[in-house]
């Protein structure tokens, strides 16, 4: 007899169904399970024990969930509930902007940044950051969530041998190295552009496109350049992540966002 009562769907995609459940005490968390038409799909399987092996084995970093199990393949974590980056974007269009918006987008995106520095001190890239990957613990807590095409360990692979990822990442988030080669790109760079994509799209309310479509930087430009160096195509010419950090963490001590 499964422990859990589920309460509700969250998601329900081609690859996994996420799920929110109660156990026995009445603690809500969230499963993550396989769909129907994938339980003999051993990528999705290996994507999702990967996931758990993340959640598990990195449970020091306090901006991703809070892991619970993984058994018979359903994962188990913290359930999220104050929604996504993607949700307060999509309201913030509809309501209007305040005044205070880009300060509030630059202290999640510093958050994501720092949590995204502690994944690579322990050899993971994310490499799909986005704003439907971000759910928000309470206001100012972010965390990032889905490792499935993550990069992890010395291997520096997603999948081991003999898979092969095709395709990786999320149209206007994904770097072009990922889009152009999935197995070789691996670097750490791929995350300062998804975060600096994502950062973007919360400024401006839609996904960033090629370059010459984007729109000017946000006033008080000090953020804005700093996006639009972590936008660009060469992953030699982004700001390594700590100069990022450090650089996001002046304007939003200084409020020059």
């Given at each position: 007899?499964?422990?859990?009562?589920?309460?509700a769907?969250?998601?329900?995609?081609?690859?996994?169904r996420?799920?929110?459940?109660?156990?026995?005490?009445?603690?809500?968390?969230?499963?993550?399970?396989?769909?129907?038409?994938?339980?003999?799909?051993?990528?999705?399987?290996?994507?999702?024990?990967?996931?758990?092996?993340?959640?598990?084995?990195q449970?020091?970093?306090?901006?991703?969930?809070?892991?619970?199990?993984?058994?018979?393949?359903?994962?188990?974590?913290?359930?999220?509930?104050?929604?996504?980056?993607?949700?307060?974007?999509?309201?913030?269009?509809?309501?209007?902007?305040?005044?205070?918006?880009?300060?509030?987008?630059?202290?999640?995106?510093?958050?994501?940044?720092?949590?995204?520095?502690e994944?690579?001190?322990?050899?993971?890239?994310?490499?799909?950051v986005?704003?439907?990957?971000?759910?928000?613990?309470?206001?100012?807590?972010?965390?990032?969530?889905?490792?499935?095409?993550?990069?992890?360990?010395?291997?520096?692979?997603?999948?081991?041998?003999?898979?092969?990822?095709?395709?990786?990442?999320?149209?206007?988030?994904?770097?072009?190295?990922?889009?152009?080669?999935?197995?070789?790109?691996?670097?750490?760079?791929?995350?300062?552009?998804?975060?600096?994509?994502?950062?973007?799209a919360?400024?401006h309310?839609?996904?960033?496109?090629?370059?010459?479509?984007?729109?000017?930087?946000?006033?008080?430009?000090?953020?804005?350049?700093?996006?639009?160096?972590?936008?660009?195509?060469?992953?030699?010419?982004?700001?390594?992540?700590?100069?990022?950090?450090?650089?996001?963490?002046?304007?939003?001590?200084?409020?020059?966002?």
């Amino acid at each position: 007899m499964t422990p859990w009562r589920e309460e509700a769907v969250l998601a329900e995609g081609p690859l996994f169904r996420v799920s929110l459940a109660s156990d026995e005490s009445g603690c809500r968390w969230v499963l993550k399970a396989r769909a129907a038409d994938v339980r003999d799909d051993p990528v999705s399987a290996l994507r999702l024990e990967k996931e758990a092996r993340i959640l598990c084995g990195q449970s020091h970093i306090s901006g991703i969930p809070r892991f619970h199990s993984f058994a018979d393949g359903v994962l188990v974590m913290e359930w999220l509930q104050c929604g996504s980056l993607l949700e307060r974007a999509e309201k913030v269009a509809c309501e209007g902007r305040s005044v205070a918006w880009p300060t509030r987008v630059a202290r999640w995106v510093l958050a994501l940044s720092q949590t995204l520095q502690e994944l690579h001190a322990e050899g993971i890239v994310h490499r799909d950051v986005k704003p439907a990957n971000v759910l928000l613990r309470v206001e100012y807590e972010p965390a990032l969530i889905d490792f499935g095409v993550a990069v992890d360990g010395p291997a520096g692979r997603s999948l081991p041998r003999p898979w092969r990822e095709d395709a990786v990442g999320t149209p206007g988030y994904a770097a072009p190295e990922l889009r152009a080669d999935p197995e070789a790109a691996v670097d750490p760079a791929i995350d300062v552009y998804g975060l600096s994509a994502t950062a973007y799209a919360l400024l401006h309310l839609r996904r960033p496109g090629h370059e010459s479509e984007r729109s000017a930087p946000v006033p008080n430009s000090g953020f804005g350049t700093l996006l639009a160096r972590g936008l660009s195509p060469s992953p030699q010419d982004r700001p390594p992540l700590q100069a990022f950090i450090d650089e996001l963490s002046a304007s939003v001590g200084q409020r020059t966002v």
